[in-house]
């Protein structure tokens, strides 16, 4: 049953990283009588104060944190606050998850295999549930190649790193579970900030790819690597937030996956023209090749912020396509769309600029890295 005073109550886990935040906001933000609570690694109880401190105070009050950890037993949480989301969640938004590359084998299982695991329990055990949304990736695609459709998952495919192996263990427990569960799974493409401030919590993936293009050296035409007429689609995280929030309330949300993908189909070369534009470059079709991008991304003020270059270039460029067909047909009418490239790319850039510290040469237009 609901908690008194309120219709409804939603459990997310993942704060205070900026999807689970994103999503928080908007949900108090459109939900009013709904209480939220949120599962917080202890080390982190601290960001979480002072990230709610920033919500307004009304929707302060409709939230409860709890001290846990989502893939241990029981979520980390003691027995009576485990038998209150019992018996009070109605939804379940779980967005707890490592992404970080060169992340190794056994911690990304835990956290990602078995924080989907303990979730799945809860969900179990849950009175009053209608909707677990699970936080996957498209990138449990793997190195597949073409279209992808949302209702695949296992086709063979092998995986760049442990962060893509154990997301895709993840979605298969869930998979599972939704035979019996109310389970939608969510597929994000590569995601990227926010459209609106550039706010992110690890500036990597896209934004090393801004401070490739920026940082290349010389005053000349940064080369595209080879491969640009490859896919390549982002989407910004304020959009996944609405597009969650919309899918888990939707009564045919559940059973079903979906891609939340941009829609424009742009190439990696498009990606490429529209970061170097925004940040004063120009571009030359000479196709640089894979080995050189590596090298550049070993390169001062930029191998300290990336721990696999080579998982990045190949992530960026997997080459494959998402079909929307599930997300078209819940989102059709509600007015959430993805933003274009164009519309928010400068505020990427800039973004990218501000937190690795780059400044402009005279009369270049280039910036260089700061050391």
Do not use: W
Request: charged share 25%; aromatic share 6%.
């Amino acid at each position: 049953m609901p908690r008194t005073g309120y219709e409804d109550v939603v459990l997310i886990t993942g704060f205070p990283e900026v999807g689970a935040r994103r999503l928080c906001a908007h949900l108090l933000a459109a939900e009013p009588r709904t209480f939220v609570y949120l599962v917080v690694l202890e080390k982190l109880l601290p960001q979480a104060a002072a990230v709610l401190e920033s919500f307004p105070e009304a929707d302060r009050r409709r939230v409860g944190v709890l001290a846990g950890d989502v893939a241990a037993i029981d979520l980390g949480l003691s027995g009576s606050e485990y038998r209150t989301l019992a018996r009070e969640v109605g939804r379940i938004h779980h967005a707890a998850h490592v992404s970080y590359l060169g992340i190794d084998r056994q911690t990304a299982e835990y956290a990602n295999v078995g924080g989907a695991a303990e979730v799945i329990e809860l969900a179990k055990n849950a009175e009053a549930l209608r909707a677990v949304v699970h936080h996957s990736t498209a990138h449990v695609s793997g190195d597949r190649k073409g279209t992808v459709y949302e209702e695949e998952l296992d086709c063979g495919q092998g995986f760049h790193d442990f962060v893509q192996a154990s997301r895709f263990k993840a979605e298969q427990l869930m998979r599972r579970a939704m035979r019996e569960l109310p389970i939608a799974i969510v597929r994000p493409t590569l995601m990227v900030g926010d459209s609106g401030t550039g706010e992110a919590d690890r500036l990597d993936g896209p934004y090393l790819l801004v401070l490739l293009i920026l940082g290349f050296p010389g005053e000349g035409a940064f080369p595209l690597p080879s491969g640009g007429d490859r896919p390549l689609d982002i989407v910004p995280v304020d959009y996944v937030a609405k597009a969650a929030h919309a899918i888990g309330r939707s009564p045919e949300g559940p059973g079903r996956t979906y891609h939340l993908a941009s829609c424009e189909q742009l190439t990696a070369g498009q990606v490429f023209e529209a970061i170097a534009q925004a940040g004063g470059r120009r571009t030359v079709q000479s196709h640089m090749p894979p080995e050189l991008v590596n090298a550049l991304l070993h390169a001062p003020g930029v191998a300290r912020l990336m721990r696999s270059p080579r998982a990045l270039v190949q992530q960026l460029v997997s080459g494959a396509r998402y079909d929307r067909r599930n997300t078209e047909a819940v989102l059709g009418g509600t007015g959430i769309e993805c933003p274009k490239l164009a519309d928010y790319v400068d505020t990427l850039v800039a973004r990218a600029v501000e937190e690795f510290g780059l400044r402009r040469r005279d009369g270049s237009g280039a910036p260089e890295s700061a050391r």
